[in-house]
């Protein structure tokens, strides 16, 4: 290819790059706007931010028309499956800017850096989820990362903050570097930086299993440290109970979503056979069984994190742990290899984006009310404060995965692709309702504290009007779409496409 | 009358939204509207029995909608003649327990709230033909169930060897196990799924008369094994629910910390859909697997067990509530005794059981709920000579005790008689020896019953509860219904025998039918 032409396919490909140019363009306004500011604390910059993610969510629907494109020499793509990732970064991004604004936490800080770094790490999910090539990849995962040890410490006077930013920052490296020789091995294995030329030489000629296998896990390493799967996982709890809470809340919904995002798409670009005659379902390498390695994984995490959540007495904690329980259970979809499986995992994704979200409102409203994180300090608080308690039990419910509720159709879709696929991962389906039961323990003890226990005091607490508004809007679709699904359904199965082949 | 089925299942839930708009301090009308809806239900309820026509074994009054389409989900209701006694005891017994919850002064928005939304789960599940949405059902009434043994039950309370005990604790117990089992159930449900055809479309499907239909079983369930695994899935997610030994240790919890009216319905409804489930789901959709010999004899010793079992434990309780929960296990044991010979006797007996077990128990426990709010203990041993301060009480108790123990022209005789035949007569398997050691339990339950009354109401009075007083018009009104439905269905069992008989027949007539492969896979 000649240069011009080179030149030329970037420039058209700008064209389908304009919701990230619209983000950049985004951080740059926060940036500058911050100067003219006089009061620090001024909500303007918020709205200004509000505003920008809406202009940019525009510009991401109007991408769904756009069919499946590669971008830029095959660094990047557009297609369906990005699309949806990417609506549900920016979905994140405005929540978080909502939360952000009544925060007690973050008062009296400066926000401009806060929304700023706020953006940028909507941007680099938004390229973890199209990037296809192993420099594109690595650079994305990157990006989130940096931008994500800063805002997990955002909070700097406290201590706690520093400490989950350093420990984040460490493992982070930890397993930046793991995935960096894995992702070097697979380059030295096939001689392609491209994810499509790589799943084709890795198709057409035997290669040597044991070197594939290592730089698999090695690379395994780095998709694990962002969607918080054993044993990567170790950095979660401490993060999520430093960071600034509704820093934790995106931190537990965008960067664990990109990391599916970006796993599924490597796994059954690279290291997927063709599906035969058109089927859903496509094969494994022969020489690589990845589908087990990752079941193992799922089981691993679902009940390593369902175990150690029974024993915690903080709120955060609590819920960092239940959310490495949750990414067991959306990898059992990318288990089997289906079409089926993917979008099983992009239904939960998106269902667990508004129960957990939903629950982290929860603790900051109750953290706002009773400055305490402690479960035991929410003894009675249903009788005192009944709008977050109920809507709370809606969440705890959903995250359990009980009908009415959404949470119980994604893990039935998930159950359903697995025993779809056969007898085969029988055991995985098992395991997964197994821990459904032991999560029921954890999430029914929150509501016991707070439905059953005896309130300490006996005065009523009143919640802002603004919080019960948020409350309402993520507690209502959580109950609507377990009773009535199909739009997301609909929007989800359209979405499972993505860009298979040049 | 058009969808009759969804708006005896969903008025409870107009119900709720009615209370929602209700101020907390106007107590009497969010009773008075419970009652209204459980009594529009009632009433809904008494309509199909009167229209409901028994000579056929077809799906009746059904409706069928698309729900999710691209799953195959149908919201399809319909009932029979297995489903239509559940159907009435449901409205009967809703409606009954209103009252029993008069009293109820804590948060009673949220209690009828809460109990509204269980009667609408009951319903649904006895109602609902599709897979799916008896599934959703079945889960539904868990959530409301908790709030109401946790909140409203007895409060937390330390014993003596330090294990903390009460509501809240039986309540996640209950929850627990409860979802433990129905997990089964889902996995069971979803191979069912994938693997029955719609003759029809070719489609995948859930609606429970497809999958009923042994020529539309294809994939994995051609395999006898898979079959096997599959009932006893099934079998765990509605043993629980029954409860059948060894899965019954959440029973005394929950019925014993429970409030009165919550503990008519766990006892009276709840436990009955496990056995419905089995009659529903498991024994027409897997007849063979029913017939494997182990698993035929299991269910058989199981109801055994339970029947002695229940008896032996309900004898050794000091406490007269806790008697009374284990008399329900003693009880639903000689349902399984009865289904599991598979004679149209032993079918009938075993679901006229469900029922007439349904109003008996509802009665003792109502009336444990009258002592408990005068005396505020249930010690057996700490009354005595009741019978002269509180005749009509103890009327109403001895009724409710006769009942129990299967005195002939009581409602439970016929039905405990007809069980034990049924079985004992049994031409596809030999339950004699089973049956003859079961009836055991007959006379120990005539034994803890006299016992229990006689050390209650006969002998001298003691003088603490010289001045109690006599059971009140609410209270009667709450008890008599049922010991009239006692007597007369004692006297004259034919209309609910004859509404089920259809049905049932055909039920043993297919398990019958079906052949027990008998040189294939685990054998």
Redesign the interface.
């Known amino acids: 290819m000649d240069y011009s032409s080179i030149i030329k396919d970037n420039l058209i490909s700008l064209n389908y790059f304009l919701p990230e140019l619209l983000l950049t363009g985004l951080i740059i306004v926060l940036v500058i706007a911050d100067l003219f500011l006089k009061d620090e604390r001024s909500p303007w910059l918020s709205f200004v931010a509000l505003a920008g993610c809406v202009v940019v969510l525009l510009s991401v629907i109007a991408q769904f028309d756009l069919g499946s494109r590669s971008l830029f020499q095959h660094m990047l793509v557009v297609d369906p499956f990005s699309v949806f990732f990417k609506l549900l970064f920016l979905a994140s991004a405005i929540a978080v800017i909502f939360l952000s604004i009544a925060s007690v936490e973050l008062a009296g800080r400066p926000v401009g850096e806060y929304f700023t770094l706020l953006i940028a790490l909507t941007l680099g999910l938004f390229l973890m989820a199209s990037s296809t090539n192993l420099v594109t990849i690595l650079l994305s995962i990157e990006f989130v990362s940096i931008v994500s040890f800063v805002l997990a410490t955002y909070l700097k006077t406290r201590r706690r903050s520093s400490e989950a930013g350093l420990k984040y920052a460490i493992y982070g490296a930890f397993s930046s570097g793991l995935m960096l020789y894995g992702l070097s091995l697979l380059y030295g294995l096939t001689g392609t930086l491209n994810l499509y030329e790589i799943g084709d030489v890795l198709a057409s000629r035997d290669s040597n299993g044991m070197a594939l296998t290592l730089s698999t896990i090695l690379i395994l390493a780095g998709f694990g440290y962002k969607i918080a799967s054993v044993p990567f996982h170790f950095w979660s709890p401490d993060v999520y109970e430093g960071a600034p809470t509704p820093i934790t809340a995106f931190l537990s919904i965008g960067p664990k979503a990109a990391g599916f995002a970006v796993l599924i798409r490597f796994f059954n670009v690279a290291l997927a056979g063709e599906p035969a005659n058109g089927a859903s379902q496509w094969s494994a390498l022969p020489e690589l069984d990845w589908p087990m390695i990752l079941a193992v994984v799922s089981a691993i995490t679902m009940t390593l994190g369902n175990l150690v959540a029974i024993v915690q007495t903080n709120i955060k904690r609590l819920l960092a742990y239940s959310s490495i329980a949750h990414a067991g259970y959306a990898l059992m979809g990318v288990v089997v290899l289906s079409q089926d499986g993917i979008y099983a995992t992009m239904f939960y994704l998106a269902v667990y984006y508004l129960m957990n979200l939903g629950a982290f409102l929860v603790v900051i409203v109750f953290q706002d009310l009773l400055g305490s994180e402690k479960i035991a300090d929410f003894k009675g608080l249903a009788?005192r404060a009944p709008v977050p308690a109920i809507a709370m039990a809606v969440f705890l419910?959903s995250l359990t995965g009980?009908?009415?509720t959404a949470g119980?159709i994604g893990k039935?879709y998930l159950?359903?692709a697995v025993?779809?696929a056969?007898?085969a991962f029988?055991w995985l389906?098992?395991v997964g309702?197994?821990n459904?039961?032991v999560a029921?323990?954890y999430y029914?003890?929150i509501?016991?504290t707070m439905?059953?226990?005896k309130a300490a005091e006996e005065n009523s607490i009143s919640v802002s009007p603004y919080y019960v508004t948020l409350l309402a809007l993520l507690a209502a679709p959580t109950i609507i779409l377990g009773v009535y699904?199909?739009p997301l359904?609909?929007l989800a199965?359209n979405s499972v496409e993505f860009l298979r082949a040049l | 009358m058009d969808n009759v089925l969804s708006w005896i299942t969903f008025l409870p839930v107009v119900g709720i939204l009615a209370i929602l708009f209700v101020p907390k301090d106007n107590k009497n009308t969010v009773r008075i509207i419970a009652a209204v809806f459980t009594g529009l239900q009632l009433v809904l309820a008494v309509w199909i029995y009167r229209n409901f026509d028994s000579s056929t074994s077809a799906i009746q009054f059904s409706e069928q909608y698309k729900w999710?389409?691209?799953?195959n989900i149908d919201y399809f209701m319909g009932i029979d003649g297995l489903s239509v006694p559940m159907v009435l005891l449901t409205a009967f017994l809703s409606f009954i327990c209103i009252f029993a919850s008069w009293g109820i002064e804590k948060?009673v928005k949220g209690y009828f709230a809460m109990f509204l939304l269980l009667d609408a789960g009951m319903m649904g599940v006895f109602c609902s033909l599709d897979f799916f949405l008896f599934?959703?059902f079945w889960?539904?009434m868990?959530?409301p169930m908790?709030?109401l043994i946790?909140?409203w039950g007895s409060p937390?309370r330390t014993e003596e060897d330090g294990m903390v005990r009460g509501?809240?604790y039986a309540?996640?117990k209950f929850?627990?196990y409860t979802?433990?089992g129905s997990?089964?159930m889902?996995?069971a449900m979803?191979?069912f799924?994938?693997n029955v055809s719609d003759p029809v479309t070719g489609g995948h499907t859930f609606n429970m008369l497809h999958l009923m239909d042994q020529a539309n079983h294809g994939g994995?369930l051609k395999d006898f094994d898979?079959r096997l695994l599959i009932y006893a899935a099934l079998f765990l997610g509605f043993a629980i629910k029954v409860p059948v030994f060894p899965f019954h240790t959440w029973l005394p919890d929950a019925h014993v910390e429970a409030p009165t009216a919550v503990s008519v319905i766990l006892a009276g409804v709840l436990l009955k859909m496990g056995t419905y489930g089995m009659l529903r789901i498991s024994f027409p959709m897997l007849p063979d697997a029913m017939k494997w010999k182990y698993f035929a004899y299991g269910l058989a010793i199981l109801g055994m067990i339970n029947i002695l079992y229940g008896a032996l434990c309900a004898m050794a309780q000091k406490d007269l509530k806790k008697l009374v929960a284990y008399s329900s296990i003693s009880h639903m044991g000689i349902v399984l005794l009865g289904m599991s010979g598979l004679t149209s006797l032993g079918m009938n007996g075993a679901v006229m059981q469900m029922f007439n077990h349904g109003t008996g128990t509802a009665m003792l426990f109502l009336l444990v709920g009258v002592i408990y709010d005068r005396a505020h203990h249930r010690q057996i041993d700490g009354f005595g000579g009741l019978a002269v301060r509180m005749p009509i009480f103890a009327a109403m108790m001895s009724l409710a005790f006769f009942a129990g123990l299967g005195l002939p022209g009581l409602s439970s005789f016929i039905s405990e008689a007809f069980s034990f035949l049924g079985a004992f007569g049994s031409e596809t398997f030999d339950l004699r020896l089973i049956t003859v050691v079961s009836t055991i339990g007959i006379i120990i339950t005539a034994g803890y019953f006299l016992w229990t009354f006689q050390r209650m109401f006969l002998g001298e009075l003691n003088p603490k509860y010289a001045e109690l007083p006599e059971i009140n018009g609410r209270e009667l009104f709450t008890l008599v219904p049922i010991g009239i439905l006692v007597i007369v269905l004692g006297v004259y069992p034919a209309p609910l025998l004859d509404l089920i008989k259809t049905s049932l027949n055909e039920l043993v007539e297919v398990v019958k039918a079906a052949e027990a492969p008998t040189m294939l896979g685990l054998h």
């Open positions: 009788w419910v009980l009908p009415p119980f039935f159950f359903a025993i779809k056969g007898p029988y389906a098992v309702l197994l459904s039961v029921l323990y029914a003890r509501l016991k439905f059953f226990d699904w199909a359904q609909k199965t | 999710i389409p691209s799953f948060s599934y959703i889960e539904v868990l959530l908790y709030f946790g909140i937390s509501g809240p309540a996640i929850f627990l979802l433990f997990i089964f889902l996995i979803l191979v799924y994938f994995v898979v």
